[in-house]
């Protein structure tokens, strides 16, 4: 159903001021501006979740990359060792080294202590080395008498 066309009422003059109020500002804030800032608050909400999980994703990504080429520097060493250990004459030398093997027709001395041998005009302090000596040490010096 239509409504009848009904005439417009011309605007009404403002009303005059009161004695003893302050007289009324009209407010700032109309429909559309309050409207606008109910639109940006909900488009901000409606942003910051996606934001923030960017922002992880982002971090993951970063520490994922850092990762990466911490392996990728392990293997690169590790291509490195293999390539060394595929190589005869490295094993040999290294059964030398650290197992001390010889080949069939060599002799080989082993020299044990690398340290100098001590010096025997030095004298000798006689101490216990063990700790069981130390501790029977103590106890024989608890048992004796104060005065000796």
């Known amino acids: ?5 009904r005439p417009s009422r011309p605007p009404s003059p403002p009303s005059p001021p009161r004695p ?16 606008l800032a109910v639109v940006m608050c909900a488009i901000a909400l409606s942003l910051a979740y996606p934001v923030r999980e960017y922002i992880g994703q982002r971090r993951q990504i ?16 590790l291509q490195a060792e293999q390539s ?3 190589d005869p004459s ?13 080949m069939p027709d060599e002799k080989c001395y082993v020299i044990v202590g690398n ?8 004298p000798q302090k006689a101490t216990p080395t063990s700790w ?3 501790l029977w040490g103590s106890v024989q010096k608890a048992d004796q008498p104060a005065g000796k």
């Open 84 to 86: 060394k250990l595929s």
């Open 62 to 77: 970063d520490q994922l990359l850092a990762t990466q080429q911490s392996l990728s520097q392990q293997v690169k060493s």
């Open 90 to 102: 490295y094993i040999e030398q290294q059964a030398r080294d650290q197992l001390h093997y010889c």
């Open 132 to 134: 069981y000596a130390k």
């Open 20 to 35: 003893g109020r302050p007289p009324l500002r009209p407010t700032k804030l109309t429909g559309r501006a309050a409207l």
């Open 115 to 122: 340290s100098p041998a001590p010096d025997s005009t030095a």
């Open 1 to 5: 159903m239509a409504e009848p066309d």
